[in-house]
């Protein structure tokens, strides 16, 4: 199997020749806008996402979906954290209520370590109805903590089998080392990455062959943080789990601590799902979405002498 | 500019995907939920849970046990908080002299304990974590008879599969409380019913005068009010079949986590 990032069939033509991977979609067309300014461009075809990366990540996408709202169901039925192991209601770190308006109108407060918020409408207070994460959010829509553990300890295990085979090839095929981890040169582009990445601007590393030192940040810690303590920390809420496995919640800071950073972690993917899918559209959403369905990647090398920035793939 | 044009009807036809997408799958998964079959393969990991945790799981680890410190001012008392029958009322009023347990079903030798024989027999103190399925968790100290010195007494019949704890609540439409675990659970050391909390007797929100402590599993399992231990062989025919009040609306019977 080729190895993730090498050029394969580098096209190294002197034209812009649209790939297989480019039909009529909107972004033949902007190239072919260049392309009147552009004398030399060339478009390379390379294997980005191996069979089984693809699989495992196409899979992650509802069971993801499905086990944070069927998560935020679950948290509706004591919507309320702390630390340590007891949930005193009084030394609670976050709260969504609904509470009694000074007017007699009920609103949602969210009280994070005791500061308090309005947040009718969305959180506490939403459609007539008490509930800390509104309708929109939840699985099942209805307030019903028996079906929505249904569903989140379903996809659990389905999201746990995936994530073991994914690691288990990942480490077998050595993509964690070779293209997951950052290596000393990645370490070396960081500020500049990072500078790119702060004012918006597409350099030409944002779409190389390879990941950037940031996606790597991201993904190892992704692969190897959050994703095994929201696991762990679901685990750790067991009370079978805690009597086979009792330094679990001894290292987690207790059962309702295990909670409150499964609530995190889990709020962790959320803000990396939203940020991956912007960088996904922003950066050349069709190719992204080509190269994740069928593993082919089209990078664009534009030596634009009237623009400064090389254009990649779009 | 034709590019910019483009990309704005993208940017448009993407936000007109995802939101439909989204509402979409939302309304799919309450059609999924209200559908005969879906249900029924979402309540299969409740076995496969089951039966990892307890590969996993010592049959007689004790969960944790906490000191005195620990103990929680506040032990919140959820679900029926007053049985609130007559012949319930008449018990408190006698201060539940008259209260008996039974022990009946698939037993060589069935028999019945006052409370007070009750009180009688070695008694075991624990101080435990109560995980509500709702997510919250208290600490109490619980002194009871160890359900396993029961067993031995009344000596299971091989067929039996499942002990019933039959309650003297009922709920708003008539529905009667029970409980049901493994007959091997009932061996396990921290399974015990209980007769104290914190050193003073039940009050009636907890339980009183017997509940369940069951202490690997959570906290809707714990029985409160028990009258009755019925050995069977299979839950069939019980309540609602699914060996529980709570199971019966849809939670795990298997209660691990």
């Known amino acids: 199997m080729e190895e993730f990032g090498r050029s394969t069939n580098a096209v190294m033509r002197g034209e812009v020749e649209p790939g297989p991977t480019m039909g009529s979609s909107g972004w033949d067309l902007p190239s072919r806008a260049i392309q009147a300014v552009s004398p030399i461009p060339s478009t390379e075809r390379i294997y980005r996402h191996r069979l089984p990366v693809r699989i495992s990540h196409w899979l992650n996408v509802p069971f993801l979906i499905i086990l944070i709202m069927s998560g935020l169901q679950i948290f509706n039925a004591h919507p309320a954290l702390y630390w340590g192991d007891q949930s005193d209601r009084d030394r609670a770190l976050l709260s969504i ?7 007699g109108d009920v609103i949602g407060v969210t009280t994070i370590l005791g500061h308090q918020f309005e947040t009718t409408g969305v959180l506490g207070y939403s459609n007539g109805s008490g509930r800390a994460f509104p309708a ?24 746990v089998i995936n994530g073991l085979i994914f690691t288990a090839y990942a480490l077998a095929s050595r993509h964690v080392t070779h293209d997951l981890v950052p290596s000393r040169n990645d370490c ?6 990072l500078r790119a990445h702060l004012f918006l601007k597409q350099s030409g590393s944002w779409h190389a062959k ?32 805690d009597t086979a496995v009792p330094w679990l919640l001894t290292v987690l800071g207790g059962r309702q601590a295990a909670r409150t950073i499964h609530f995190i972690t889990c709020f962790a993917f959320v803000g990396f799902i939203l940020i991956h899918v912007i960088q996904v559209i922003a950066t050349g959403f069709i190719n992204n979405i ?9 990078v664009k090398h534009v030596k634009c002498t009237s623009c400064s920035v090389e254009r990649h793939g779009k | 500019m034709i590019p910019q044009q483009q990309s704005m009807k993208r940017r448009q036809f993407l936000k007109g995907t995802v939101g439909a997408a989204s509402v979409v799958a939302l309304s799919g998964c309450d059609n999924l939920t209200q559908s005969s079959w879906f249900p029924s393969i979402l309540s299969k990991a409740e076995r496969l849970t089951e039966v990892v945790q307890r590969a996993i799981t010592p049959r007689d680890a004790l969960a944790k046990e906490y000191q005195e410190v620990d103990i929680s001012t506040i032990f919140p008392a959820n679900g029926n908080t007053d049985p ?20 009946v079903g698939l037993v060589k030798t ?48 091989p067929d039996a599969r499942y002990a019933v704890f039959h309650c003297a609540d009922v709920d708003d439409e008539g529905i009667a409380y029970y409980e049901s675990m493994a007959v091997a659970d009932c061996y396990h050391p921290q399974t015990i019913l ?42 069939a025919g019980i309540g609602g079949g699914k060996g529980g009040y709570w199971e019966d609306q849809g939670y795990e019977w298997y209660a691990g986590i």
């Open chain 1, 290 to 298: 080509c190269s994740m369905v069928t593993g082919w990647f089209t």
């Open chain 2, 110 to 157: 069935p028999r019945s304990w006052s409370l007070a024989a009750l009180k009688e027999l070695p008694a075991r103190t624990q101080i435990t974590r109560h995980d509500c399925v709702e997510g919250w968790s208290a600490i109490g100290k619980w002194t009871g008879a160890p359900i396993g010195d029961l067993m031995h007494q009344v000596q299971p019949l």
């Open chain 2, 194 to 235: 209980a007769y104290e909390l914190n050193d003073t007797p039940l009050d009636v929100p907890h339980g009183a005068p017997l509940r369940l402590r069951f202490e690997r599993q959570l906290g809707y399992k714990q029985a409160k009010y028990v009258m009755k231990i019925e050995l069977v062989e299979s839950l």
């Open chain 1, 136 to 159: 929109w959010a939840t699985i099942p829509r209805a307030k019903w903590l028996a079906m929505g553990r249904q569903w989140h300890l379903f996809f659990a295990w389905l999201f």
């Open chain 1, 210 to 241: 390879g990941y950037n030192v940031l996606q790597k940040i991201t993904y190892t810690t992704i692969l190897l943080i959050v994703a095994p303590l929201i696991v762990l920390t679901g685990l750790a809420m067991s009370p079978t789990i």
């Open chain 1, 97 to 103: 209520r609904p509470m009694q308006a000074e007017g």
């Open chain 1, 188 to 193: 070396r582009s960081f500020g500049k990455s």
């Open chain 2, 84 to 103: 609130g029958t007559v012949e319930y009322a008449e018990h408190v009023g006698q201060k539940f002299a008259d209260w008996t347990l039974e022990v």
